[in-house]
């Protein structure tokens, strides 16, 4: 299966939306979030996961995150599924986090995602294609 | 009453620079939303996410903005 998703090559980020499900997939959360191939993780904002029944306070799982400012750890969860660029993933670990609210992006969406395809940037385009 | 579903467009030109809680969304194959009914927004982040358990099943969270040029990213 393949996938093609425009972004906007103009821009200083790549900004795509991921598509978050609750436990028993009743319930989704859609929010905007930069393309980061340099980030181990996705990451989603506190609020969010808790909104969707997921509990970041009461996680055992917690993650060393070397960020630009120094180092931080965050809650790992597990979400039923996700979504971003036409592709769906089962079952996957996401951090929780909030970025600073200037940044006009709710999370990050990193390799713990994109490392389950072939994928490949065309800036000339302005496309990302996903290939599972 | 039942608010109409509208293009996720059209809210993002009459509400600039501001963040959107939309619901009942739908998107296209490469998710991004194309319409909803929008029930709040602010040019603050974390209002919108408090006013995230008020509503059920489909919610979409938008900017309506752009980084500007002149703002380096690096997380």
């Known amino acids: 299966m393949t996938t093609l998703t425009k972004f906007d090559a103009s821009a200083n980020i790549i900004l795509v939306n991921v598509e978050l499900t609750n436990f028993d997939e009743s319930e989704t959360t859609l929010l905007p979030v930069v393309l980061d191939t340099g980030a181990t993780f996705t990451i989603i904002p506190w609020d969010i996961a808790v909104d969707l029944g997921y509990d970041p306070a009461s996680s055992e799982r917690r993650q060393r995150i070397f960020t630009g400012s120094g180092v931080e750890f965050c809650p790992v969860v597990t979400l039923k599924k996700m979504t971003s660029l036409g592709m769906a993933v089962q079952d996957i670990d996401v951090l929780c986090h909030d970025l600073p609210e200037g940044s006009c992006v709710d999370g990050l969406l990193g390799l713990n995602f994109l490392r389950m395809f072939d994928f490949e940037i065309k800036y000339s385009q302005g496309t990302i294609q996903l290939i599972s | ?75």
């Open chain 2, 1 to 75: 009453m039942d608010k109409k579903k509208e293009s996720v467009e059209s809210i993002k030109k009459k509400y600039k620079d501001e963040w959107l809680l939309i619901t009942d969304y739908e998107t296209d194959k490469s998710m991004v939303p194309r319409n909803g009914k929008l029930v709040f927004h602010s040019k603050s982040r974390e209002e919108v996410h408090k006013k995230l358990s008020q509503y059920s099943g489909k919610k979409c969270i938008q900017y309506s903005g752009k980084l500007s040029k002149d703002i380096g990213v690096m997380f």
